[in-house]
């Protein structure tokens, strides 16, 4: 959205004002802890809606956890293409 107001404020449809949408909250990255629950959560998951037979070691999900720092999405984006490379590897 481009403008000449200054960022911080806009107004609705209604005329009101209101804030720009990165004024609103920060959203921080998520830690080493919850990133390595998101990993097993995920797993499990697929585990059991999917019936995927994927045992990643602990070293794995662990390395997963450290090295996506970014968002919760390229991690689960990451463990999607480790099981599919995984996948792949395994038929061949």
């Given at each position: 959205?481009?403008?000449?107001?200054?960022?911080?404020?806009?107004?609705?449809?209604?005329?009101?004002?209101?804030?720009?949408?990165?004024?609103?909250?920060l959203i921080q990255?998520?830690?080493?802890?919850?990133?390595?629950?998101?990993?097993?959560?995920?797993?499990?998951?697929?585990?059991?809606?999917?019936?995927?037979?994927?045992?990643?070691?602990?070293?794995?999900?662990?390395?997963?956890?450290?090295?996506?720092?970014?968002?919760?999405r390229e991690l689960?984006?990451?463990?999607n293409r480790i099981?599919?490379?995984?996948?792949?590897?395994?038929?061949?």
């Amino acid at each position: 959205m481009n403008s000449n107001k200054p960022k911080t404020i806009f107004c609705d449809l209604d005329g009101t004002l209101t804030k720009h949408p990165k004024d609103v909250g920060l959203i921080q990255n998520p830690d080493y802890e919850l990133r390595y629950n998101i990993v097993k959560a995920k797993i499990y998951e697929l585990k059991l809606n999917h019936s995927i037979s994927l045992d990643l070691s602990e070293e794995i999900k662990k390395f997963i956890s450290s090295e996506i720092r970014t968002s919760v999405r390229e991690l689960v984006g990451a463990l999607n293409r480790i099981i599919s490379f995984s996948k792949n590897f395994a038929k061949s």
